[in-house]
């Protein structure tokens, strides 16, 4: 039992943290997004979060994980450097949506939710089916760019992967500032 009675209120608990309970993620298959969870709320200073036997459950179902391409630009002819009619992807959003449930761990009763909660990121990258955004010419010969490249001069797939940890920070912010505004009511 918890010695402020279950009531959320920061005067109540008289500064103690409420114990919460992230169990695994569905949804999450390699826990980036349940790591970051819980890193967020260990952090927030108002959660203590523990594997098992919390006094809330939060329970979170990761619903969607979608791309959008946001960014074009035209190709251009090698030799000529004249446009073509042909456009390429350079920006995409990724979008994340979960579905946020809080519980008390001891009647089973609803303290937040369910509610689906969402972030998004936008990410810049190259085009692998355009040789020039792969290579750097300089004085020394052409090097492959792709090579050296951390984000906007990634694949589409691998600038997808990269943008996952800020993502799922974004997303973690957002579900405690709203679980921390319904159970720390003034």
């Known amino acids: 039992m918890s010695s402020c009675g279950y009531r959320f209120a920061p005067?109540?608990?008289?500064?103690?943290?409420?114990?919460i309970s992230i169990p695994y993620?569905?949804?999450?298959?390699?826990?980036?997004?349940?790591?970051?969870?819980?890193?967020?709320?260990?952090r927030s200073g108002k959660f203590d979060c523990l594997q098992s036997g919390g006094d809330t459950m939060l329970q979170v179902v990761?619903?969607?994980?979608?791309?959008?391409?946001?960014?074009?630009?035209?190709?251009?002819?090698?030799v000529s450097g004249r446009r073509r009619q042909n456009i390429l992807g350079i920006e995409n959003r990724r979008k994340v949506t979960a579905r946020v449930t809080l519980y008390d761990s001891i009647s089973g009763d609803v303290l937040f939710g369910p509610t689906p909660i969402t972030a998004f990121v936008d990410y810049d990258y190259v085009d692998p089916g355009s040789p020039r955004d792969l290579n750097t010419t300089t004085p020394?010969?052409?090097?492959?760019?792709?090579?050296?490249?951390y984000g906007q001069l990634n694949t589409v797939e691998g600038a997808?992967?990269?943008?996952?940890?800020?993502l799922y920070g974004i997303l973690s912010q957002k579900i405690l500032e709203a679980i921390a505004n319904q159970l720390f009511k003034d």
């Open 11 to 19: 005067d109540a608990c008289d500064g103690n943290k409420v114990s």
């Open 62 to 78: 990761m619903m969607s994980d979608s791309n959008d391409r946001v960014g074009y630009r035209y190709d251009r002819d090698r």
């Open 140 to 149: 020394y010969g052409t090097v492959p760019t792709i090579r050296y490249s």
């Open 160 to 166: 997808h992967d990269d943008a996952g940890p800020n």
């Open 25 to 42: 993620i569905q949804g999450d298959s390699d826990a980036l997004f349940n790591s970051s969870l819980i890193s967020t709320f260990s």
